[in-house]
């Protein structure tokens, strides 16, 4: 634990865990787990995001997929450049603005496109946790009865072709 940092979380009892060589499985929902992402649109708005910050942050994005209601991601942050709690919050604010923009959600009461806090967050430490990860998030489209194949899916590190999949060392 001696190269690990603790960085305090949204919420003043969770703290995070953070690595410089460990990658990280991320988890975050819609508000009130909300299908707000169910039309293709949306989640094509969010890949292009991830497709960005993961450019502009310079973080290793190895798995991910963007559900109807929640986001997968498996990265590892370079933290000389920006920490998960910079990296999300990217990724959440450009995204809810352009997003509740669009479906107007904001004057009907609802003025949150992603439920508060930083999501399920964990530490990948071994080669067997980093593949099942992958396993997990790639799979979940197939899960959630999305598609038949994981690689059909186009809003994921298994079909999508508008984000590369970093090479895991």
């Not at 973080?59 to 109807?68: G, K």
Request: overall charge neutral; hydrophobic content about 40%.
């Amino acid at each position: 634990m001696a190269l690990a940092t603790i960085i305090a979380d949204v919420q003043p009892h969770r703290k995070r865990f953070s690595s410089p060589y460990e990658a990280r499985h991320v988890n975050f929902s819609c508000f009130h787990h909300l299908p707000l992402l169910q039309d293709p649109w949306a989640r094509d708005l969010v890949v292009d995001h991830l497709a960005l910050c993961h450019d502009r942050l310079g973080y290793q994005l190895y798995a991910w997929a963007v559900m109807p209601d929640h986001v997968h991601l498996l990265l590892l942050p370079d933290d000389s450049v920006a920490d998960m709690a910079r990296i999300l919050s990217a990724l959440k604010t450009r995204t809810a603005t352009k997003i509740l923009g669009r479906l107007r959600l904001d004057q009907q009461g609802c003025k949150r496109l992603w439920q508060a806090g930083g999501g399920h967050d964990r530490n990948v430490t071994t080669g067997r946790e980093f593949q099942a990860a992958v396993d997990y998030i790639e799979q979940n489209p197939v899960a959630e009865a999305l598609v038949e194949r994981a690689e059909d899916y186009a809003w994921s590190s298994a079909g999508s072709s508008v984000i590369g999949r970093d090479r895991w060392w």
